[in-house]
Protein backbone atom coordinates (compact mmCIF):
# COMPACT_ATOMS: atom_id res chain seq x y z
CA UNK A 1 0.00 0.00 0.00
CA UNK A 2 1.22 3.68 -0.70
CA UNK A 3 0.21 6.65 0.97
CA UNK A 4 -0.15 10.03 -1.45
CA UNK A 5 -0.73 13.55 -0.80
CA UNK A 6 -2.61 14.96 -3.71
CA UNK A 7 -3.47 18.65 -3.95
CA UNK A 8 -6.77 18.99 -5.67
CA UNK A 9 -9.24 21.95 -6.59
CA UNK A 10 -8.55 25.38 -4.47
CA UNK A 11 -5.63 23.78 -3.36
CA UNK A 12 -6.92 21.06 -1.04
CA UNK A 13 -4.88 18.48 0.17
CA UNK A 14 -6.73 15.16 -0.58
CA UNK A 15 -5.35 12.08 1.27
CA UNK A 16 -5.22 9.20 -1.31
CA UNK A 17 -3.78 5.60 -1.44
CA UNK A 18 -3.01 2.50 -3.55
CA UNK A 19 -2.69 -1.22 -3.89
CA UNK A 20 -1.96 -3.17 -6.17
CA UNK A 21 0.50 -3.78 -9.61
CA UNK A 22 1.73 -0.61 -10.46
CA UNK A 23 1.26 -1.40 -14.50
CA UNK A 24 -2.11 -2.88 -14.15
CA UNK A 25 -5.17 -1.28 -15.07
CA UNK A 26 -6.48 1.10 -13.10
CA UNK A 27 -9.85 1.23 -11.07
CA UNK A 28 -10.03 4.90 -9.18
CA UNK A 29 -13.08 4.22 -5.93
CA UNK A 30 -14.86 7.43 -5.03
CA UNK A 31 -16.84 7.31 -2.13
CA UNK A 32 -19.84 8.78 -0.87
CA UNK A 33 -21.62 11.41 1.52
CA UNK A 34 -19.65 11.38 4.97
CA UNK A 35 -17.92 8.30 4.14
CA UNK A 36 -13.97 7.25 4.01
CA UNK A 37 -11.85 5.22 1.59
CA UNK A 38 -12.00 2.86 4.19
CA UNK A 39 -15.44 1.83 2.95
CA UNK A 40 -13.87 0.01 0.01
CA UNK A 41 -11.79 -2.29 2.21
CA UNK A 42 -13.25 -4.96 0.89
CA UNK A 43 -12.07 -4.23 -2.60
CA UNK A 44 -8.67 -3.40 -1.95
CA UNK A 45 -7.93 -6.44 0.39
CA UNK A 46 -9.44 -9.01 -2.16
CA UNK A 47 -8.18 -10.62 -5.49
CA UNK A 48 -8.55 -7.60 -7.32
CA UNK A 49 -5.30 -6.08 -5.73
CA UNK A 50 -3.41 -8.93 -7.55
CA UNK A 51 -4.78 -8.04 -11.22
CA UNK A 52 -5.55 -4.31 -11.07
CA UNK A 53 -4.12 -0.89 -9.27
CA UNK A 54 -6.64 0.02 -6.93
CA UNK A 55 -6.96 3.88 -5.63
CA UNK A 56 -8.87 5.48 -3.46
CA UNK A 57 -9.17 8.70 -1.59
CA UNK A 58 -11.11 10.82 1.01
CA UNK A 59 -13.04 13.05 -0.23
CA UNK A 60 -12.28 16.79 0.71
CA UNK A 61 -13.97 17.50 3.99
CA UNK A 62 -13.62 13.47 4.55
CA UNK A 63 -11.47 11.41 6.82
CA UNK A 64 -7.73 12.39 6.36
CA UNK A 65 -8.68 14.96 3.54
CA UNK A 66 -8.31 18.72 4.30
CA UNK A 67 -11.37 20.05 5.28
CA UNK A 68 -11.45 23.84 5.20
CA UNK A 69 -14.61 25.69 6.59
CA UNK A 70 -15.69 27.76 3.99
CA UNK A 71 -18.85 25.67 2.28
CA UNK A 72 -18.37 27.46 -0.72
CA UNK A 73 -15.24 24.67 -0.97
CA UNK A 74 -17.99 22.06 -1.30
CA UNK A 75 -21.00 23.33 -3.35
CA UNK A 76 -18.56 24.49 -6.82
CA UNK A 77 -18.73 21.52 -9.41
CA UNK A 78 -15.38 22.78 -10.45
CA UNK A 79 -13.65 22.17 -7.36
CA UNK A 80 -14.88 18.51 -7.00
CA UNK A 81 -13.65 17.84 -10.76
CA UNK A 82 -10.15 18.71 -10.62
CA UNK A 83 -9.74 16.91 -7.53
CA UNK A 84 -10.27 14.13 -9.48
CA UNK A 85 -8.21 15.60 -12.28
CA UNK A 86 -5.71 15.98 -10.08
CA UNK A 87 -5.86 12.30 -8.83
CA UNK A 88 -5.74 10.84 -12.16
CA UNK A 89 -2.60 13.05 -13.25
CA UNK A 90 -0.25 12.92 -10.23
CA UNK A 91 -0.63 9.62 -10.22
CA UNK A 92 0.07 8.86 -13.56
CA UNK A 93 -3.61 6.77 -13.72
CA UNK A 94 -3.42 5.54 -17.56
CA UNK A 95 -7.48 5.62 -18.43
CA UNK A 96 -9.19 4.44 -15.21
CA UNK A 97 -12.83 3.08 -14.41
CA UNK A 98 -14.36 5.96 -12.28
CA UNK A 99 -16.45 3.66 -9.64
CA UNK A 100 -18.84 5.81 -8.21
CA UNK A 101 -20.89 4.96 -4.69
CA UNK A 102 -23.43 7.60 -4.38
CA UNK A 103 -22.38 11.69 -4.09
CA UNK A 104 -19.88 9.72 -5.74
CA UNK A 105 -22.07 9.66 -9.08
CA UNK A 106 -21.90 13.94 -8.24
CA UNK A 107 -18.50 13.70 -8.41
CA UNK A 108 -18.08 11.66 -11.49
CA UNK A 109 -20.38 13.76 -13.30
CA UNK A 110 -18.87 17.23 -12.42
CA UNK A 111 -15.55 15.80 -13.76
CA UNK A 112 -16.48 14.85 -17.19
CA UNK A 113 -18.81 17.68 -17.10
CA UNK A 114 -15.09 19.70 -16.96
CA UNK A 115 -12.78 17.29 -18.51
CA UNK A 116 -14.93 14.91 -20.84
CA UNK A 117 -14.46 11.34 -21.23
CA UNK A 118 -11.41 10.78 -22.97
CA UNK A 119 -8.79 10.28 -20.29
CA UNK A 120 -11.32 7.27 -18.59
CA UNK A 121 -11.97 3.87 -19.89
CA UNK A 122 -15.85 3.42 -17.98
CA UNK A 123 -17.90 4.34 -15.34
CA UNK A 124 -19.27 2.09 -12.51
CA UNK A 125 -22.09 4.06 -10.77
CA UNK A 126 -22.87 1.98 -7.13
CA UNK A 127 -26.28 3.29 -5.89
CA UNK A 128 -25.44 6.23 -7.71
CA UNK A 129 -26.80 9.71 -7.50
CA UNK A 130 -27.02 12.07 -10.01
CA UNK A 131 -29.48 14.22 -9.79
CA UNK A 132 -30.40 16.62 -6.19
CA UNK A 133 -33.19 19.19 -6.23
CA UNK A 134 -36.74 19.03 -4.20
CA UNK A 135 -38.21 17.18 -7.30
CA UNK A 136 -36.18 14.24 -6.39
CA UNK A 137 -36.97 13.75 -3.05
CA UNK A 138 -38.60 10.23 -1.82
CA UNK A 139 -38.89 10.09 -5.89
CA UNK A 140 -35.12 9.32 -6.45
CA UNK A 141 -33.81 9.56 -3.04
CA UNK A 142 -35.16 8.08 -0.35
CA UNK A 143 -36.19 7.97 3.19
CA UNK A 144 -32.97 6.75 4.89
CA UNK A 145 -31.00 9.96 3.85
CA UNK A 146 -33.48 12.41 4.11
CA UNK A 147 -34.89 11.38 7.29
CA UNK A 148 -31.24 12.19 8.73
CA UNK A 149 -30.19 14.97 7.52
CA UNK A 150 -31.37 17.44 9.72
CA UNK A 151 -29.37 15.58 12.59
CA UNK A 152 -26.76 14.56 10.75
CA UNK A 153 -25.52 18.34 9.82
CA UNK A 154 -27.32 20.02 13.22
CA UNK A 155 -24.69 21.63 15.29
CA UNK A 156 -25.06 19.25 18.48
CA UNK A 157 -23.22 16.27 18.74
CA UNK A 158 -26.00 13.97 20.53
CA UNK A 159 -28.15 14.72 17.12
CA UNK A 160 -25.35 13.85 15.18
CA UNK A 161 -24.78 10.93 16.92
CA UNK A 162 -28.30 9.60 16.91
CA UNK A 163 -28.76 10.49 13.18
CA UNK A 164 -25.39 8.95 12.20
CA UNK A 165 -26.51 5.49 14.03
CA UNK A 166 -29.45 5.20 12.13
CA UNK A 167 -27.76 6.14 8.87
CA UNK A 168 -25.59 3.47 9.37
CA UNK A 169 -28.06 0.66 9.78
CA UNK A 170 -29.85 2.14 6.90
CA UNK A 171 -26.88 1.59 4.27
CA UNK A 172 -27.50 -2.05 4.32
CA UNK A 173 -30.72 -4.36 3.88
CA UNK A 174 -29.33 -6.91 6.58
CA UNK A 175 -27.82 -5.73 9.99
CA UNK A 176 -24.10 -5.43 9.59
CA UNK A 177 -21.45 -7.97 11.72
CA UNK A 178 -21.09 -5.50 14.90
CA UNK A 179 -17.42 -4.58 14.38
CA UNK A 180 -18.18 -3.82 10.76
CA UNK A 181 -20.74 -1.68 11.56
CA UNK A 182 -18.77 0.19 14.59
CA UNK A 183 -15.80 0.73 11.97
CA UNK A 184 -18.23 2.48 9.82
CA UNK A 185 -19.84 4.32 12.23
CA UNK A 186 -16.65 5.70 13.27
CA UNK A 187 -15.50 6.78 9.84
CA UNK A 188 -18.43 8.48 9.08
CA UNK A 189 -18.17 10.54 12.65
CA UNK A 190 -14.85 11.97 11.31
CA UNK A 191 -16.27 14.01 8.77
CA UNK A 192 -17.95 17.51 10.39
CA UNK A 193 -21.69 18.36 10.02
CA UNK A 194 -21.19 21.73 8.38
CA UNK A 195 -18.97 19.21 5.25
CA UNK A 196 -22.25 17.13 5.37
CA UNK A 197 -24.56 20.30 5.28
CA UNK A 198 -23.14 22.16 2.30
CA UNK A 199 -22.69 18.78 0.44
CA UNK A 200 -26.46 18.55 0.17
CA UNK A 201 -26.94 22.40 -0.23
CA UNK A 202 -26.21 21.90 -4.29
CA UNK A 203 -28.78 22.23 -7.02
CA UNK A 204 -27.55 19.04 -9.10
CA UNK A 205 -28.89 17.81 -12.41
CA UNK A 206 -26.51 15.79 -14.33
CA UNK A 207 -28.46 14.40 -17.39
CA UNK A 208 -26.45 16.80 -19.61
CA UNK A 209 -23.45 14.68 -18.61
CA UNK A 210 -25.14 11.44 -18.79
CA UNK A 211 -26.39 12.03 -22.55
CA UNK A 212 -22.60 12.89 -23.58
CA UNK A 213 -21.35 9.69 -22.24
CA UNK A 214 -19.28 7.60 -24.80
CA UNK A 215 -17.55 5.29 -22.32
CA UNK A 216 -19.23 2.14 -20.84
CA UNK A 217 -20.96 2.41 -18.15
CA UNK A 218 -22.33 -0.18 -15.30
CA UNK A 219 -24.85 0.91 -12.98
CA UNK A 220 -25.44 -1.46 -9.98
CA UNK A 221 -27.90 -1.23 -7.87
CA UNK A 222 -29.59 -2.60 -4.65
CA UNK A 223 -33.38 -3.32 -5.29
CA UNK A 224 -33.69 -2.90 -1.23
CA UNK A 225 -31.76 0.58 -1.27
CA UNK A 226 -33.82 3.32 0.84
CA UNK A 227 -31.35 5.95 0.45
CA UNK A 228 -30.48 6.29 -3.30
CA UNK A 229 -33.95 4.53 -4.09
CA UNK A 230 -33.70 2.13 -7.34
CA UNK A 231 -35.72 4.87 -9.61
CA UNK A 232 -32.00 6.53 -9.44
CA UNK A 233 -30.82 3.68 -11.18
CA UNK A 234 -33.80 3.13 -13.75
CA UNK A 235 -32.81 6.66 -14.53
CA UNK A 236 -29.73 6.67 -15.32
CA UNK A 237 -30.04 3.61 -17.49
CA UNK A 238 -33.08 5.61 -19.37
CA UNK A 239 -30.89 8.89 -20.28
CA UNK A 240 -27.16 7.07 -20.53
CA UNK A 241 -27.16 5.05 -23.98
CA UNK A 242 -24.05 2.69 -23.12
CA UNK A 243 -25.35 1.94 -19.78
CA UNK A 244 -25.70 -1.36 -18.43
CA UNK A 245 -27.66 -2.65 -15.22
CA UNK A 246 -26.48 -5.20 -12.53
CA UNK A 247 -29.68 -5.35 -10.33
CA UNK A 248 -28.65 -7.02 -6.74
CA UNK A 249 -31.83 -8.30 -5.06
CA UNK A 250 -31.93 -8.10 -1.25
CA UNK A 251 -29.30 -5.83 -0.68
CA UNK A 252 -29.58 -2.22 0.07
CA UNK A 253 -26.81 0.97 0.02
CA UNK A 254 -23.69 -0.97 -0.48
CA UNK A 255 -23.72 -3.54 -2.72
CA UNK A 256 -19.66 -3.95 -2.45
CA UNK A 257 -19.82 -4.55 1.35
CA UNK A 258 -23.24 -6.12 1.22
CA UNK A 259 -22.12 -8.87 -1.56
CA UNK A 260 -18.20 -8.31 -2.26
CA UNK A 261 -17.73 -11.78 -4.15
CA UNK A 262 -20.32 -10.78 -6.74
CA UNK A 263 -19.40 -7.18 -6.49
CA UNK A 264 -15.54 -7.61 -7.28
CA UNK A 265 -16.15 -10.18 -9.91
CA UNK A 266 -18.70 -8.18 -11.87
CA UNK A 267 -16.15 -4.91 -11.24
CA UNK A 268 -13.19 -6.61 -12.51
CA UNK A 269 -15.17 -7.94 -15.66
CA UNK A 270 -16.58 -4.34 -16.41
CA UNK A 271 -12.97 -3.03 -16.37
CA UNK A 272 -11.66 -5.78 -18.53
CA UNK A 273 -13.75 -5.44 -21.20
CA UNK A 274 -14.34 -1.87 -20.86
CA UNK A 275 -9.79 -1.76 -21.97
CA UNK A 276 -10.85 -3.44 -24.31
CA UNK A 277 -12.80 -0.68 -26.19
Known sequence: MKIHSVTGGNGVRLHVREWGKAD?????FIHGWSQSHICW?????????????LVAFDLRGHGMSEAPEAGDHYTQSQAWADDI??????????HPVLVGWSYGGFV??????AYGQDAIAGINFVGAAVTLD?????VLIGPCFLDHVPGATADDLPSNIQAMRAFVRGCTARPLPRDEYEIALSWNMVV??????????????SDDVLRSLERPVLVTQGLSDRVILPAMGDHILKTCRTGNASWYPETGHAPFIEDTP??????ADFVRKAREL
Do not use: M
Open 41 to 53: LKQYESELASAFR
Open 108 to 113: ICDYIR
Open 262 to 267: RFNREL
Open 24 to 28: APAIL
Open 85 to 94: AAIVEQLGLR
Open 192 to 205: PPKVRAALVTRVID
Open 134 to 138: RAAFG
